[in-house]
């Protein structure tokens, strides 16, 4: 029987899900890491859930603990504590007196609060955010209380968006020292490969705690993760992730993650990684961008994906075709009905509550239809089903309440 | 802050409930800043000891785990010996592996009385266990969400009496006609909380609290702990756990628990502590007052007494306050159901984490502004700098509820 226990303390225990890092092998980020600019997430198992996926233990990556509300602090704290390194150097003979960073977002959302959050910490740096007028005025207030200037500019996110550029652009003219926070990848192609390595040191602790189970659950592996994506950042950290574990000099670490299957999660009227993921083949990566977002989970709401997360998804399909070991992408859609029904499943189950942008990565467990599909995959692999865990990276996300979730409970589940 | 320093004070007391804890029979619990309530009782940070993220739901599978661990040793150390005496002189076959292969013994019964909480943190304890069945009697107040809960983890469930009470004594009944039958130590009673293991297993969450609040700053001190009264046991784990770190050769362990108020926090209507606490005042001995129904809807603070042994231990740490001139103290909270349910609700807002009433009552000393003000008060009378003098939440937990249960609180108590 699997080990049913995980851990958030630091301290070195004989806890086999400790978070407590022995990473043997060096990982990234370590500087934000000591800084604690974001946090080590327990990984915990699932009775309810690992009796729907049986023969499957399945472990939730509970990154809604993270400070913020969302997976977004780890990219976000990379992303800062490298900016606070170059603005050291650049300033290292006036540091007192230098300047601030001034980190300019465009996003009322999580990703916003995100980098609010973690920029907390930082002396150095200053938070801008641009909302457009549509933003619900809890967020505002959240945003501004977290220490984040906030200007109102616009009737959509785009309006917002070009304003923050201007800013950006405004700032640098003058030689001051401006950093472009979004996940619109063909905006910024220079910051967004940072919040990637952030992200990505979800996958360093996941192996970690997995290996930490294997005194009771030998060769304990990742036989599929499952993984929302909006514009396609956390998926590429995942990917990213996995790779560096992969070609890295750890046995242990390298067993883990082979032939784990990425399965792709989104919501019908947000499904941007899917179009581009279908359009596009190993000899040509197309990116379709959608026309517009129909879906409930506004969070995944990005018309296109990073061209990044195509590229690295077919290099991990590739693995898989030359080891034969099963490495493999796959790319899930849910409704909106099923979406939310994963999430209200899942505040029975755990006590927790997630947007339907993370209820996406859940639907594939909680739905019927999408569960035989994805058992069916594992299944077609030699090893003992007990030994390939189903990992849910649980990204959480600030725009639910009790109120929120019955409203579309009683709108989508009748 | 060195690394090393808190390596070397955290490792040493980790060693209470050393075979539950390697057993992976409970969990380490994070301990985690929260903004919002940090901000209402600045320039105190406030931190969530998330205590419901254990297996079963609630903090209760520390209790459970020490118990269940040190029991099936004692059953399984009997056995062998009693099996050893019947063989005589002859010795134990061993096999290839070294192992003593007399027959494994049969399994044992145990038999709990719960509102629900107790019972799923001993199933899903015990689940990993392959020598204990377990059998919970439980109250007819009971939420058919827990009771399926419990059937799916494998209990045997009967669902018997008006309150804990009643299901208590049948509890107990059961336990002695089994014995009767099958022989002495074949069924084991299990209290949900009247039991010196059950405290000793709750005191680890002190040991976990202090070590994290010592890798987060060796300056940060425990001013404030705010935990939920039922029957008492959560509480007299954490005096258990406060007066080993006290009186500890760790100095800088020591020093994080000097000071600390403890809140003892209930609802109107399930203050059985606030009673005997009350009744109990400057006196040497312990005066128990029974309540004489519960009528709150934090059904699992639903004890009509507490333990004897949670008053003594709050009367040892006002003594050491009262010597030290440190600080040390136990408040008595009481909280309105209104205040307990839309502290439920804030706190889902927050954090959003679903949480019973009867955790709650430990929040509602946070959110609800005339308690906060009295409690911001105590602390404030200590010398410490207000920022390192942290609150810290049990956030206990508790499996009774889900949107609609909470939902349908909100439009019963919150208008």
Request: glycine share 8%; net charge negative; proline share 4%.
């Amino acid at each position: 029987m699997p080990p049913e226990i995980w851990s958030n303390s630091k301290m070195t225990t004989t806890d086999p899900a400790s978070t407590n890092l022995n990473l043997t092998t060096p990982c990234v980020a370590q500087e934000a890491r000591s800084l604690n600019l974001f946090s080590s997430t327990p990984l915990i198992y699932s009775i309810p859930l690992s009796k729907l996926c049986h023969p499957h233990p399945v472990f939730l990556k509970l990154d809604l603990l993270q400070p913020s509300g969302s997976f977004k602090d780890r990219g976000m704290a990379h992303l800062c504590s490298t900016a606070n390194n170059e603005h050291k150097q650049r300033h290292q003979k006036d540091i007192v007196n230098a300047p601030k960073i001034k980190l300019i977002a465009s996003s009322g959302g999580n990703a916003g609060l995100g980098v609010a959050t973690v920029a907390r910490s930082l002396p150095t740096m200053e938070v801008s955010v641009v909302v457009p007028e549509t933003t619900k005025p809890l967020v505002i207030d959240k945003l501004r209380s977290l220490g984040a200037e906030v200007t109102i500019h616009g009737a959509n996110w785009n309006s917002a968006d070009t304003l923050a550029r201007q800013r950006v652009h405004d700032i640098k003219e003058t030689g001051g020292h401006a950093v472009y926070v979004s996940y619109q990848t063909s905006f910024s192609p220079f910051d967004n490969p940072l919040l990637w390595t952030g992200h990505s040191t979800v996958v360093d602790e996941i192996i970690s705690q997995l290996l930490e189970r294997r005194t009771h659950s030998p060769n304990l592996n990742i036989g599929a993760i499952l993984a929302s994506v909006g514009g396609g950042g956390l998926l590429a950290g995942i990917l990213e992730g996995i790779e560096r574990n992969y070609y890295g000099d750890n046995d242990a670490r390298k067993n883990v993650v082979r032939g784990s299957k990425v399965i792709a999660c989104e919501t019908e009227g947000t499904a941007s990684f899917d179009a581009s993921f279908n359009a596009s083949s190993p000899s040509e990566i197309l990116i379709v961008r959608l026309s517009g977002i129909t879906s409930v989970a506004t969070s995944l709401g990005c018309l296109q994906v990073t061209p990044a997360v195509i590229e690295r998804s077919h290099r991990h399909q590739e693995r898989g075709k030359s080891n034969g070991s099963g490495e493999d992408v796959l790319s899930y859609v849910c409704s909106d009905a099923e979406a939310i029904d994963a999430c209200v499943k899942f505040a029975t189950d755990h006590r927790m509550l997630v947007e339907p942008a993370c209820g996406a990565a859940l639907a594939p467990l909680y739905t019927d239809r999408m569960r035989t599909m994805l058992l069916d995959e594992l299944g077609r692999n030699d090893d003992d089903g007990e030994k390939r865990a189903i990992i849910v990276e649980v990204c959480g996300g600030n725009g639910v309440d009790l109120d929120i979730l019955q409203g579309w409970k009683a709108k989508f589940l009748g | 802050m060195t690394l090393s320093a808190t390596t070397n004070a955290a490792s040493k007391p980790y060693c209470i409930a050393q075979e539950a804890r390697s057993l992976n029979l409970f969990s380490t619990t994070p301990l985690i800043y929260s903004i919002p309530l940090s901000k209402l009782c600045h320039p105190h940070p406030v931190y969530r000891k998330l205590d419901l993220l254990q297996m079963s739901g609630s903090f209760k599978d520390r209790g459970m785990a020490h118990l269940c661990a040190t029991v099936n040793r004692v059953y399984n150390d009997n056995y062998r010996k009693k099996q050893q005496q019947q063989m005589g002189d002859v010795e134990a076959p061993i096999n290839g592996d070294g192992q003593d292969t007399t027959n494994n013994p049969p399994k044992m019964k145990l038999i709990s009385s719960s509102g629900g909480n107790a019972g799923l943190a001993v199933t899903t304890v015990a689940r990993n266990i392959p020598t204990m069945d377990v059998y919970v009697i439980v109250p007819e107040t009971t939420k058919p969400i827990v009771i399926q809960k419990l059937q799916s983890l494998g209990a045997d469930v009967t669902v018997h009496g008006a309150n804990w009470n009643d299901a208590d004594a049948l509890a107990r009944l059961r336990v002695q006609e089994a014995n009767e039958e099958f022989g002495q130590g074949h069924a084991v009673y299990v209290s949900p909380f009247d039991n010196p293991l059950l405290w000793t297993g709750h005191s680890t969450v002190v040991d976990e609290i202090v070590t994290q609040l010592l890798e987060q700053s060796p300056d940060l001190k425990m001013g404030a702990i705010l935990a939920s009264v039922g029957g008492g046991g959560l509480l007299s784990g954490v005096f258990e756990g406060i007066e080993r770190n006290y009186y500890g050769s760790n100095d800088a362990r020591a020093n994080v628990v000097r000071g600390s108020k403890v809140f003892a926090c209930e609802t109107d209507g399930a203050a059985s502590f606030a009673a005997s606490f009350a009744a109990s005042s400057g006196k040497k001995e312990v005066s128990l007052v029974r309540l004489s129904g519960i009528t709150s809807v934090a059904t699992s603070l639903g004890a009509l007494e507490v333990t004897p042994a949670v008053i003594q231990r709050a009367h040892r740490h006002q003594e050491r306050g009262e010597s030290s001139k440190c600080g040390e103290d136990v408040l008595s909270y009481v909280c309105s159901d209104a205040e307990a349910v839309d502290a439920c609700l804030r706190f889902a807002t927050d954090h959003r984490m679903l949480v019973e009433p009867a955790c709650g009552a430990a929040l509602a000393p946070l959110y609800t502004e005339r308690m906060r003000t009295m409690l911001l008060n105590e602390l404030g009378r200590n010398d410490d700098d207000g920022e390192n003098s942290a609150i810290v939440v049990e956030v206990c937990g508790g499996s009774g509820v889900d949107l609609d249960i909470l939902q349908g609180w909100k439009d019963k108590y919150l208008g």
